[in-house]
């Protein structure tokens, strides 16, 4: 579907808007471990978010360069955020059941549960290692397209891989664990670091083309 110059710069806007949001609660969301609304909230719209965001992000760079890292980065990055969005549903409704735990008085029936348990938390760190694929492709695909455009930055492009190759590399050397879980980093905030950047950098190449009386789009 081709869009008109008014709706790719509507898009990009709510793109960004939706990214500046997914950088707040991102780090509220790994902090906030409450079982409530405000954390299910974060939980299932973080995805969304995010997926939204990468179109903003396809659709400003294709207009400035575009590849078929650009696509591929794309489609990568929106299976990344679906994942997403599946772990933390399983996750929340995986730890939703610990009360009922606390209800029985069978050991026998502890036993049971503790082992349903850890087949359900193997299940969601399953879903979590998907993401973890997906968004580490994703974004190395994406910083090769960045590379190859005229607009961002192409520092940007040496950060994302660097974030992409590095955060692969840890989650696969602690499979199924997460790497922070074995007192390594945890690559989340470092992938957090590039998509913050990158949201900067496109705020800063429009403001500065609105100063000057030049397109960006």
């Not at 973080?46 to 903003?56: H, K, Y």
């Not at 730890?95 to 606390?102: A, F, I, K, M, T």
């Not at 492009?157 to 007192?183: H, Q, R």
Request: glycine share 8%.
């Amino acid at each position: 579907m081709k869009l008109s110059f008014n709706e790719r710069k509507q898009a990009i806007y709510l793109a960004l808007g939706c990214g500046i949001i997914g950088s707040f609660t991102y780090p509220i969301m790994t902090s906030y471990h409450r079982n409530d609304i405000w954390s299910l909230l974060m939980e299932i719209t973080f995805g969304p978010l995010f997926i939204i965001s990468c179109l903003g992000f396809y659709l400003f760079i294709r207009r400035h360069g575009n590849s078929i890292y650009n696509i591929v980065g794309l489609v990568f990055l929106a299976f990344a955020g679906f994942c997403n969005t599946l772990m933390f549903n399983v996750q929340k409704a995986i730890y939703s059941s610990v009360s009922d735990y606390r209800k029985l008085t069978s050991q026998l029936s502890k036993e049971i549960f503790e082992r349903s348990f850890e087949i359900g938390n193997l299940t969601q760190l399953a879903m979590d290692f998907c993401f973890d694929i997906f968004v580490s492709f994703g974004t190395l695909f994406l910083s090769i397209a960045i590379f190859k455009q005229k607009k961002l930055s192409r520092w940007l492009a040496i950060v994302g891989m660097l974030v992409s190759t590095v955060g692969l590399y840890l989650n696969l050397s602690t499979f199924p664990e997460p790497p922070a879980d074995l007192k390594l980093p945890d690559p989340g905030p470092f992938f957090g670091f590039f998509f913050g950047l990158l949201i900067l950098n496109m705020i800063y190449i429009i403001i500065k083309s609105k100063y000057n009386g030049t397109s960006w789009i």
